[in-house]
T-cell receptor, first 111, second 123 residues
Framework: AQSVAQPEDQVNVAEGNPLTVKCTYSVSGNPYLFWYVQYPNRGLQFLLKYITGDNLVKGSYGFEAEFNKSQTSFHLKKPSALVSDSALYFCAVNYGNMLTFGGGTRLMVKP | GAVVSQHPSWVICKSGTSVKIECRSLDFQATTMFWYRQFPKQSLMLMATSNEGSKATYEQGVEKDKFLINHASLTLSTLTVTSAHPEDSSFYIC???????????????????FGPGTRLTVT
């Protein structure tokens, strides 16, 4: 069975500083990995995905993520955080056309 | 492209009544739709997988007689919460997958496209 772990419930970062939201996964076979963002009382918005190819994936709103097979990680990163990036972030793995989500990490960017 | 809508966006109902939530893929045909439930400050929990023209597949612990799912067409799936109780209050989110194929052939993106969610409050 596949699983996703987001070890941090919350990440605090100052505006303008780089941010990292961590994600590790466990799945048999090749993983299809995703990051989504959720704003209050809203559905999920797709940020980026890794299917195959370059380990560094660039996505929406300046976010990127690095796939590391040896560490089974897919950390989300952004070079310079904005206050508007404050939201709930979910990592997910697609296996057999089904998504399994991590527990979510709340990102708080302070001015 | 790949827009999914949900209706209503929020609903308040009395205990014992039934509520229907619609999930529509607006610009693509979705052979598979998913229904999730999200409690406050928690992750999404898959309730069921809905395939057009067939019975939904429910996750363990989800009462199929309470949460009725109908996927009548390639663009519409409905979730009906029957005899709702306050503990059914939650945020319900649907998603749909783009199957790929067609002419010209398009590879599936393996993505699920999410609706905006429906906030259900049972009083």
């Amino acid at each position: 069975a596949q699983s996703v772990a987001q070890p941090e419930d919350q990440v605090n970062v100052a505006e303008g500083n780089p941010l990292t939201v961590k994600c590790t996964y466990s799945v048999s076979g090749n993983p299809y990995l995703f990051w989504y963002v959720q704003y209050p009382n809203r559905g999920l918005q797709f940020l980026l995905k890794y299917i195959t190819g370059d380990n560094l994936v660039k996505g929406s709103y300046g976010f990127e993520a690095e796939f590391n097979k040896s560490q089974t990680s897919f950390h989300l990163k952004k070079p310079s955080a904005l206050v508007s990036d404050s939201a709930l972030y979910f990592c997910a793995v697609n296996y057999g056309n089904m998504l399994t989500f991590g527990g979510g990490t709340r990102l708080m960017v302070k001015p | 492209g790949a827009v999914v809508s949900q209706h209503p966006s929020w609903v308040i109902c009395k205990s014992g009544t039934s509520v229907k939530i619609e999930c529509r893929s607006l610009d693509f045909q979705a052979t598979t739709m998913f229904w999730y439930r999200q409690f406050p400050k928690q992750s999404l929990m898959l309730m069921a997988t809905s395939n057009e023209g067939s019975k939904a597949t429910y996750e363990q612990g989800v009462e199929k007689d309470k949460f009725l799912i109908n996927h009548a067409s390639l663009t519409l799936s409905t979730l009906t919460v029957t005899s709702a109780h306050p503990e059914d209050s939650s945020f319900y989110i649907c998603s749909a997958t783009y199957p790929g194929g067609g002419k010209p052939k398009v590879e599936s993106s393996y993505e699920q496209y999410f609706g905006p969610g429906t906030r259900l409050t049972v009083t």
